[in-house]
């Protein structure tokens, strides 16, 4: 069936703009977690949504950063006045535990690079 | 919040060598430890996962070994092949979110 699939594969924007990342995540997992990676470094937590309500946010590095999901399924990941320390690639995991943790598969992610 | 180191962060081996990756945890509630290889430019990718009721796991080349009283966990990889040389995180997880290590880049060498 088909994996996880995240639009665009590269953007390229401005600082100062907005972006929005759109994550699909495999049909039926309840579970979809939003992560970010720079170079060289690990897999950096942002947000996790279990349906449609997200209990934790934690990881989001300023309120410029804000995820939604809608219908239990695609989730959005929006950027505000990007600054050029959010260049990285955001990489969206779904997973089908409902609570608790299971495998969890990634998508393709996002290149975004702010000039 | 929980915090994981991942030792090395390179790691360079000949064809056929062991491979051992270290992690450590710190919160002692951590109850799954999953593994995920990523090759230059792929997606991360599940290879092999432990819980915390059992001490080690084998899928082939493949172990993981947890020491729960220490907080670490090792992955175990015998018969290197050119194949394995990829980035490998480690992770531990408390209820539903996952912390991951810093990687280790993995060379193999034929």
């Known amino acids: 069936g088909a994996g996880v699939s995240q639009s665009p594969s590269n953007k390229v924007t401005e600082k100062g703009k907005d972006v929005e990342l759109r994550c699909d995540p495999i049909?039926?997992?309840?579970?979809l977690y939003w992560y970010r990676q720079s170079l060289g470094q690990g897999l950096e937590f942002l947000i996790y949504?279990?349906?449609?309500?997200?209990?934790?946010k934690s990881g989001l590095p300023s309120d410029r950063f804000s995820a939604e999901r809608t219908g239990g399924s695609v989730s959005t990941l929006t950027i505000q006045r990007t600054q050029q320390e959010d260049s990285a690639v955001y990489l969206c995991?779904?997973?089908?535990?409902?609570?608790?943790?299971?495998?969890?598969?990634f998508g393709p992610g996002t290149r975004l690079t702010v000039t | 919040g929980e915090n994981v180191e991942q030792h090395p962060s390179t790691l360079s081996v000949q064809e056929g060598d062991s491979a051992v990756i270290k992690c450590t945890y710190s919160?002692?509630?951590?109850?799954?430890f999953p593994w995920y290889k990523q090759e230059l430019g792929k997606r991360p990718q599940l290879i092999i996962d432990?819980?915390?009721?059992?001490g080690e796991k084998k899928d082939q080349r493949i172990a993981v070994t947890l020491n729960k009283t220490a907080k670490h966990f090792s992955l175990h990889i015998t018969e290197t092949q050119p194949e394995d040389s990829a980035v490998y995180f480690c992770?531990?997880?408390?209820?539903?979110?996952?912390?991951f290590g810093k990687g280790t880049m993995l060379l193999v060498s034929p």
């Open positions: 995991a779904s997973s089908p535990l409902a609570g608790g943790v299971d495998e969890q598969y």
């Open positions: 049909s039926g997992h309840t579970a």
């Open positions: 949504f279990q349906g449609n309500s997200a209990p934790d």
């Open positions: 919160d002692s509630a951590s109850n799954y």
């Open positions: 432990i819980r915390s009721n059992v």
């Open positions: 992770a531990a997880s408390i209820a539903s979110t996952l912390t």
